[in-house]
């Protein structure tokens, strides 16, 4: 008997690179992230968003996968499942851990909160989290691998997606007798788009308008000026995506010229 076990190790050793690195209940050294200690780091964070993708279940090797991620400051942390297919997308359910490795409640939108304090006047339920360890949890309750997608997000301010537009329509007027010289009109008007409080990442287009002109009136010889200076300012308070930042001025003006009296 040792001589046949023998030959086929032998046998089975001379196949060096035919054996499978799949993760699986029958190649437990491949599975990742199932358990708290060997929890997928996502590393410590402002905010999250990122969709998990991926196979769950024993024949994949675990029941339960698990995500870590630090938040920095008071956050809102959510959970949420993507569908794939209606009929193994009841079989996987979704948690978040707190920094003690307890389960917390959860609400229908998938947000974890903090147990309301009975005969108090603050709703701890409706308070952002404190800032810590939090673990996502993913969990099929089948023998079978199902694939799951799952969004995981820290939400510590809310991010600007959309359109941000603003407009100043001013206009002067300086009427002129007998003017000579350099006659003059000038409009320094600004907008500012609020960030500190507000807005902490950009995300999107911003843009501004600004429709000036300006009416000379001239009755003798003598010089007519218009002069338009615009300029921007690009604030970024938190950090720039990865993307092109830029910020560009198309600017144009027609001149119309009205001779007084008729004449040239």
Do not use: C
């Not at 309750?141 to 820290?154: M, R, T």
């Amino acid at each position: 008997m040792t001589s046949v076990t023998t030959a086929l190790n032998k046998i089975s050793d001379s196949y060096g690179g035919s054996s499978k690195t799949s993760p699986s209940f029958l190649r437990l050294d491949h599975v990742k992230f199932n358990s708290v200690s060997k929890a997928k780091d996502l590393g410590s964070v402002d905010n999250l968003n990122v969709v998990i993708t991926g196979t769950i279940g024993s024949e994949s090797g675990t029941n339960t996968l698990y995500f870590k991620v630090i938040s920095q400051g008071e956050s809102d942390i959510r959970i949420t499942r993507n569908p794939i297919n209606k009929h193994t997308d009841k079989y996987v359910s979704l948690g978040i851990l707190n920094a003690n490795k307890k389960p917390m409640p959860l609400t229908g939108d998938g947000f974890a909160y903090k147990n309301d304090l009975i005969n108090t006047t603050v709703n701890e339920n409706l308070l952002q989290l404190p800032p810590g360890i939090f673990y996502f949890t993913v969990t099929s309750s089948q023998w079978q691998s199902v694939p799951y997608s799952v969004n995981l997000e820290v939400i510590r301010y809310v991010q600007l997606f959309g359109t941000a537009t603003g407009s100043n329509l001013s206009y002067g007027r300086l009427p002129l007798i007998k003017g000579y010289g350099t006659a003059t009109l000038s409009n320094d008007s600004y907008g500012t788009l609020p960030a500190p409080a507000i807005i902490k990442a950009l995300t999107g287009s911003g843009g501004g308008l600004k429709d000036s002109y300006g009416l000379i009136i001239i009755n003798s010889v003598g010089i007519a000026e218009g002069r338009f200076e615009p300029y921007g300012r690009m604030l970024m308070y938190h950090r720039i995506p990865s993307a092109t930042s830029e910020l560009t001025s198309s600017n144009y003006a027609t001149l119309t010229v009205s001779s007084p009296g008729g004449g040239y």
